[in-house]
């Protein structure tokens, strides 16, 4: 599930390079899709996805233990809730846009990839494949209940752990 949403924004974030710069409502549409999604998935991911690992995971990647993987993703999650926030201080389409999108790719492409090396891997190989199915079902129901988007708060990354250890 996580994977799939990870390949849905960068399928997102490529089609609005695909999209005519003075065409202002079809790059509003895509881009308004594309910013509730991430506020969407990273929530999930907050409310779903990282207490388990955090109960399972041991460590992969760089990270010795799912403690710190869960950190440095809370922190990654911080960093693109203000790059998807920047985007709506310009003017749709203006360079100084396209340039505060790059920057939202950017922190997202950097924690997707980490994530999916951190996270994901230390989660494949603890969690049984019962939580598996039970977290996927979750995850597809908030992202449901929730398509029409979430408010974007920062958490501190280790009050969170501290929270949910
Ligand atoms: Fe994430
Ligand atoms: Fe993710």
Do not use: C
């Not at 995850?139 to 990354?157: I, M």
């Amino acid at each position: 599930m996580i994977l799939d949403d990870h390949h849905e924004q960068r399928r997102l974030f490529a089609i609005l390079e695909q999209i005519d710069r003075n065409d202002v409502a079809a790059l509003t549409a895509v881009w308004g899709r594309l910013g509730t999604f991430l506020e969407v998935h990273a929530l999930a991911e907050e409310e779903l996805f990282y207490p388990q690992l955090l109960r399972v995971g041991t460590g992969a990647g760089d990270k010795d233990s799912a403690a710190d993987e869960t950190i440095d993703a809370i922190k990654d999650h911080n960093e693109i809730r203000d790059a998807v926030a920047a985007v709506g201080g310009k003017k749709v389409g203006s360079s100084e846009w396209f340039e505060a999108v790059a920057a939202a790719n950017e922190a997202n492409s950097d924690h997707m990839a980490e994530e999916e090396r951190e996270g994901l891997t230390d989660f494949r190989e603890h969690a049984d494949l019962a939580l598996r199915h039970d977290l996927a079902v979750r995850f597809a129901v908030f992202e449901a209940n929730h398509v029409t988007g979430v408010p974007a708060v920062d958490k501190d990354p280790k009050a969170y752990v501290a929270q949910h250890s």
